[in-house]
């Protein structure tokens, strides 16, 4: 029995030691009926003092084998507590020429990455460090479907 147990110990061990340091990651799931043109997903949060300033930053999609388009275009504005604030326009490929999906994928689900530049939050005296990050996409139609969740990483 413990031949078999410390193998396992082991094994999440090393798992764990290969992730990367994540200060906040989250992801708001979109209904059923898809993604609204005026619905803005919004993340917000604060940093402790002992958290870098300049955080790596991504945002995860997940979206079904029925989204129609092989593109998405984002809308991304992040504000920090300094006053900073940033906006990307993002034209995202999800699939390529030929309709393979890209990123990883099990049954009718995908996830992918899209790294965004670092973001800086600035430790100041007597100021709380916040973040707060801003999605809305970017497609003419009113509703897109086949989006099933959209999030953000910072590590």
Not at 6 to 23: E, G, H, K, R
Not at 57 to 81: D, M
Not at 121 to 146: M, P
Request: proline share 3%.
């Amino acid at each position: 029995m413990i031949r078999k147990v410390i193998p396992f110990f082991i094994i999440i061990l090393l798992l764990a030691s290969c992730q990367n340091d994540n200060y906040y990651q989250k992801s708001e799931t979109i209904a059923q009926k898809g993604w609204a043109l005026n619905q803005i997903i919004s993340f917000k949060d604060s940093l402790s003092s002992d958290q870098p300033e300049n955080l790596h930053f991504e945002i995860n999609l997940r979206h079904t084998n029925i989204y129609p388009y092989q593109n998405i275009w984002l809308f991304v504005q992040t504000k920090c507590s300094d006053g900073s604030v940033r906006k990307d326009s993002i034209n995202w490929t999800l699939s390529e020429s030929n309709g393979r999906w890209l990123g990883s994928g099990w049954g009718s689900f995908y996830d992918v990455s899209y790294p965004l530049k670092d973001i800086k939050v600035r430790k100041t005296k007597n100021q709380k460090r916040w973040f707060s990050i801003e999605i809305q996409h970017g497609l003419r139609d009113e509703n897109i479907e086949g989006i099933d969740a959209v999030g953000v990483r910072l590590y």
